[in-house]
């Protein structure tokens, strides 16, 4: 892996852009400079912020290479992001050409979290198994999958998409355009939607799952909703592709309620030689991804 020091990691997410400076050791790493902004609504609007980004850096830290990761379904050999659903108008976007002439350096592209099972690969909990699945749950849900100790990206590098599994058929539309999709019932999103149903009133999905926690009837109805839509996914990936140990991360995951309701559900429901599958949440959480857009390699 070339060129390991000072490493300009961005994360570009639904909700919010990461980033950073990465260094990379054999067996270690370090982020330095880490922040974390709201994602703007808009195509033109995400591009500013990186252009600026890109400028803080450079003038505070230096760097070597940039690494991205983003959300939607990626080319990575052109670095084009083909199409995203959480993002207004983040489709047929050339972000490598746009960063490469706004930092005159190298740059790589690849899906959020596919960097985020690069990371967790190599330094997490599944680095030891040879089969396994990589869930972010956040604005929505990304998937990835380690086979046989390799990232399997399938055909046209969209292999995992495991948000847009139909849970329900004609259920609620999806920002890919199908409806029912896993992502609507289960996600940072889904949870507030869910919420809002019930009760008429907007509330954030953290605040829903903090408040169930302290036993608040109304939030821990939610949460216990999802959860059970939680499992349902869970269920259909373990009785499909029988993994040793699935890994979760992102935002709804952070308070272990929902995860350990979700789990409980699993057990009832998936097929006997899918209990053996280990359901663990990620120990490198937000900072997982950036690492893994630092790995990034030329293609």
């Known amino acids: 892996m070339k060129n390991n020091k000072n490493i300009l990691a961005i994360d570009i997410g639904g909700t919010k852009i990461a980033s950073g400076i990465v260094e990379l050791g054999k067996d270690s790493y370090q982020i330095y400079d880490y922040q974390k902004i709201e994602?703007?609504?808009?195509?033109?609007?995400?591009i500013q912020k990186l252009i600026e980004l890109i400028v803080y850096y450079e003038k505070n830290s230096g760097f070597d290479r940039v690494g991205v990761a983003t959300l939607g379904r990626i080319d990575r050999k052109r670095g084009i992001v083909i199409k995203a659903a959480n993002i207004k108008g983040w489709e047929n976007v050339?972000?490598?050409?746009?960063?490469?002439?706004?930092a005159g350096k190298n740059v790589e592209i690849d899906n959020d979290v596919k960097c985020f099972a690069l990371a967790e690969n190599?330094?997490?909990k599944s680095k030891k198994y040879q089969d396994a699945i990589y869930l972010a749950i956040g604005t929505g849900i990304g998937g990835a999958i380690k086979v046989g100790g390799e990232l399997y990206r399938g055909a046209d590098?969209?292999?995992g998409e495991f948000g847009h599994m139909i849970i329900t058929s004609g259920g609620k539309k999806c920002g890919c355009g199908n409806r029912g999709c896993w992502q609507q019932y289960a996600s940072g999103k889904a949870i507030e939607k869910l919420y809002y149903e019930?009760?008429?009133?907007?509330?954030?999905?953290?605040d829903i799952a903090t408040?169930?926690?302290k036993g608040i009837?109304?939030?821990?109805k939610v949460i216990k909703k999802s959860a059970s839509y939680l499992a349902i996914g869970l269920v259909?990936?373990?009785n499909t592709v029988n993994p040793e140990i699935i890994i979760v991360g992102g935002s709804v995951v952070k308070q272990k309620e929902i995860l350990d309701l979700a789990v409980k559900e699993v057990i009832k429901k998936a097929l006997i030689p899918g209990r053996k599958t280990k359901i663990v949440r990620s120990d490198l959480g937000d900072e997982a991804t950036l690492i893994g857009a630092a790995m990034l390699e030329e293609k």
């Open 236 to 238: 259909n990936i373990i």
């Open 211 to 213: 408040d169930s926690i």
């Open 198 to 206: 019930f009760y008429g009133n907007k509330k954030k999905a953290k």
């Open 94 to 102: 050339n972000l490598k050409k746009i960063i490469k002439e706004a």
């Open 217 to 220: 009837k109304q939030d821990k």
């Open 122 to 124: 190599k330094f997490g």
């Open 157 to 159: 590098n969209i292999a």
């Open 39 to 46: 994602t703007p609504k808009s195509k033109e609007g995400v």
